[in-house]
């Protein structure tokens, strides 16, 4: 049997953070070889905020070569640039075509966004649901490894497979969003989602003084404004992250303690900050080594995005036939 088909996409918009890697780059690097998996970087998804060309191109190599370093590898999977692999362009147009206005005003990441940007908001980033979907079912993919924050987006996704398979035949199929175990980490500040604008990461390239530094003024569970005072370690962030890098026994024994209050709050973060070194050190390592060499991440990524644009096309083929197209 042939294995089912994985894929994801993740912005360049600067390092890599542990919010990336625990929501989905992790499960990239794990279940590569179970799935023929396809990855690639989201560049025209990016340009719907970013408008500084110099930080795209800067940001499209580290992005690359964070995500090699945390163990995706070109030879057991697919990796790619979007803007390489045109295909899902064009599918974006046909989708377009048969996704509801309705469906896209109803999108959250879309309407936080307006109210954030405060400016009115471009037509790409309107479509930008769209552009995802047709990323996904260009490849027929099963499985999407993505933060939660992605769910609504998946959905969308799965109605547009719906209303075009209805519409022209059984073409694709219902793309499944496959969840990282670890909640989804807040910013340190405790406030919103972890994100390279808000300043509020630990990247995957911290050393390990500034993931001590970033770590001692995090928020914790408010309830602990003394050391006496007990906590609730599913009230605190700073738990949520030892839930994604230290072994279980560990996090059994910060929980009891927390409760009792038997450790204090800088204690806690000062062990989280050793394993979050430790862990980081050979990836950091890996990314600063792979970033020296611009020339061979973009051949790695050109390699990957011819193998991804065959795959692309066969799909884009057979929705032509189904459209009534003449193929190019
Ligand atoms: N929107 C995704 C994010 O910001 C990135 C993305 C674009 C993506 N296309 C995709 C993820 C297709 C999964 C599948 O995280
Ligand atoms: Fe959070 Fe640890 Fe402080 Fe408990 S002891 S509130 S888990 S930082």
Known sequence: MSKKIMLSGVQPSGDLHIGNYLGAIRNWARYQEEYASFFFIAYYHAITEIKDPQL???????????????????????????????????????????????????????????????????????????????????????????????????????????????????????????????????????DSKMSKSKGNTISLIDDPESIKAKLKPAKTDVHRQRRSDPGDPSQCNVY??????????????????????AIGCIDCKMMLADKLAATLAPIRERSRELRRHPDQLREILRQGSARATLTAETTMNEVRDKLGLFHP
Request: charged share 20%.
């Open 240 to 261: 949520t992250i030892h839930q994604g890098f230290s072994d279980p026994a560990t996090c059994a024994q910060v929980d009891r303690d927390c409760r009792a209050a």
């Open 56 to 190: 795209m191109r800067e940001a499209t190599c580290h992005v690359a070569a964070d995500v090699l370093a945390c163990g995706v590898d070109p030879e057991k999977c697919t990796f790619f640039v979007q803007s390489h692999a045109r295909t899902s362009l064009e599918l974006c147009w046909v989708l377009s075509c048969v996704t509801s206005m309705g469906d896209l005003e109803r999108m959250t990441q879309y309407k936080d966004k307006a109210r954030q940007l405060n400016i009115p908001v471009n037509a790409g980033l309107f479509l930008y649901p769209v552009l995802q979907a047709a990323d996904i079912l260009a490849f027929k993919t099963h499985v999407v490894p993505v933060g939660d924050d992605q769910c609504q987006h998946l959905e969308l996704a799965r109605e547009i497979v719906r209303r075009f398979n209805t519409a022209y035949g059984e073409t694709f199929p219902e793309p499944q969003q496959l969840l990282s175990e670890v909640p989804r980490l807040l910013g340190l500040d405790g």
